[in-house]
């Protein structure tokens, strides 16, 4: 979950609900003619969070509050594979930058446990074998999953509410042609990249979010029953060349 505190309680932004909205960023950018597998990137995108379900596990902090995913946690190995593996039944393009999108999370973490080292070894295995059977050139995957971490990371900003006041540029990330692409709030609330990658001049972007006024839980089962009863409203956004 995404936890933002606000006057009134917290506002919660499921991950799979984030990934959608970075799929919407995607459906803008624009894309050079010769791009492969588009739809198939898009869908890497909308569901590169699944493994992440608000209804399982443990999501409250030891004071009882909701638990934001920048906290961490323990790490386990098995739902990664099995993350993975669940990417492949979409086809091994969405696979294959589901697969990258792991390993750049967790490369970090190499040496930590053998297991994950094991993991981040097949990855590399299967990384290049779908690469291999797709007859895609390893430069072009790169590009593809850069525009996925481009509009990935755009998608946390938002969410996070991490929009610098003061008309301040912020660094996203670097885009499929290697520039480095930057965000940034007018006075008027609207916003823009620099350098702008989108096929059209204005667009807005929408997500769902759920508003709790309870500030402590005592159990997982408090949070969920509240989350499923929470009010739901929609936060926009406009972004202008």
Known sequence: MIVNLTDNGWEIIYHRAHALLAAQVAGHWQTPDDTAHLVDTIAAIAHHDD???????DHLTK????????????????????HVENALYR????????????????????????????????QIELQSAWR?????????????????????????????????????????????TGEQHNLLQRGNKTLTVKPWPFTVTEFKLRIDASYLTQMKFDSDRELVTALQHAPIESIEWTFVK
């Open 51 to 57: 493994l992440e379900r608000e209804w399982q596990g």
């Open 63 to 82: 004071a009882g509050a909701p638990f934001d995913f920048t906290l961490g946690e323990e790490l386990k190995v098995p739902p990664l594979y099995e």
């Open 132 to 176: 291999k059977s797709l007859k895609v050139a390893k430069a072009d995957a790169q590009k593809a999953y850069d525009m996925m971490q481009c509009c990935d990371r755009l998608s946390l900003i938002l969410c996070q509410r991490q929009i610098p006041d003061g008309e301040r540029w912020l660094e996203i990330a670097n885009g499929p």
């Open 91 to 122: 086809g091994r393009w969405v696979a294959l930058l589901v697969s990258m999108h792991m390993s750049f999370l967790s490369e970090g973490r190499r040496g930590e446990l053998p297991e994950l080292d094991e993991f981040l070894d097949k």
